[in-house]
């Protein structure tokens, strides 16, 4: 078979020796980060192994199921982030080719999917996007100097105003900051009416990817007001959540935080910091905007998986076993009723 499928369990993880830099850049398709997404989303977290160019190339990929088993499944690459769908390759393997020879081998497998949901950062000719979300990116070859200069005075004076007033901040990766963060990601969940993941995910990220992990919290006095978390790697700094009390919304700290975030890249030698997704023209779109040198799209495609080949339907074959145990008379009837639904 040209495609297998293999399910994804803890033991998968790979051995913790590591360089930190590979176990960062892989953060987000390692075992244990899917797995926990698997729970929360209720999937089924598996790899595709798929023979393509004379190689077999290794698909992160989740199955939906549908409830009791009743309807069709739904195959998803990229689920919670579309990093969770990158795939390894070769360099100058064309990627729409990937793609349709997935959907070309796929019905092999008989998941009982008829819809493949796709996450990427890659455009995928001829196929419609469904979605209009980007990643915002702050680019730190401009220096931090540079990038005050260019912002507005209005900007420069909201950054301040939060340290004047004794806004201060920590970074670490230790539980408590997990915790400070957690309190204030669940305040501004129900701020946005959007709902939050558990506190098991968290802690279950943290156990695994505790060295891959930035924490940022923002205080008055003693007080969290704003957080965020972030995934660390040699290139980039990914902004994956972020918290904020909303009662302080007013004091500017979430632009502040952010800025000291982005103090802290060019502290630290980080290229990029990725501010994460958001819906084109929202609200934090165009906040994060007056940050970000360039925004990325993500594109989210919905592609009908094929179903598995065969020349005569179900209603042909049954139609040949009645002509065949039928009196001949039976056939000529049959043949004037349906004969043209088959061309």
Not at 139 to 165: E, G, M, V, W, Y
Not at 218 to 246: C, I, Q, R
Request: hydrophobic residues 40%; positive net charge.
């Amino acid at each position: 078979m040209a495609i297998r499928i293999k399910e994804l369990n803890n033991s998968a993880e790979p051995s913790s020796d590591l360089g930190l830099n590979e176990l960062n850049e892989k953060v987000f398709t390692r075992p244990a980060f899917r797995l926990a997404l698997a729970r929360e989303y209720k999937l089924q977290a598996i790899d595709l192994e798929l023979a393509f160019h004379d190689q077999m190339i290794s698909i992160p990929a989740f199955l939906k199921n549908t409830a009791l088993g009743l309807g069709a499944n739904t195959l998803i690459i990229g689920a919670g982030f579309d990093k969770t769908g990158e795939i390894n390759t070769p360099t100058g393997l064309e990627y729409s080719a990937l793609v349709s020879e997935l959907l070309a081998q796929l019905p092999a497998l008989n998941l009982k999917a008829q819809r493949l949901d796709w996450r990427t950062t890659q455009s995928l000719p001829c196929a419609i996007d469904h979605s209009d979300k980007v990643e915002l990116i702050v680019d730190l070859s401009k220096t931090c100097d540079q990038r005050l200069k260019d912002f507005s005075k209005s900007t420069r004076r909201n950054i301040r105003l939060a340290f004047k007033q004794g806004f201060h901040f920590r970074i670490g990766n230790d539980l408590e900051l997990l915790q400070a963060f957690y309190a204030l990601y669940l305040k501004q969940m129900h701020e946005v009416g959007s709902l939050p993941h558990s506190w098991r995910f968290f802690a279950e990220l943290h156990h695994h990817y505790q060295a891959s992990m930035s924490l940022f919290v923002g205080y008055f006095a003693e007080t969290p007001v704003v957080a965020a978390l972030a995934f660390s790697s040699k290139d980039e700094l990914y902004g994956a959540w972020m918290g904020l009390d909303p009662a302080y919304k007013k004091e500017n700290v979430f632009l502040t935080m952010l800025w000291s975030i982005i103090e802290y890249c060019e502290q630290t030698g980080k290229p990029y910091y990725n501010l994460g997704r958001s819906s084109v023209a929202s609200h934090a779109y165009d906040f994060k905007l007056r940050l970000a040198d360039y925004t990325r799209p993500i594109h989210y495609y919905e592609l009908p998986i094929p179903k598995a080949k065969s020349s005569r339907s179900p209603v042909y074959s049954s139609a040949s076993w009645l002509i065949r145990n039928s009196p001949p008379f039976v056939m000529n009837t049959l043949s004037r009723h349906l004969l043209h639904k088959f061309y």
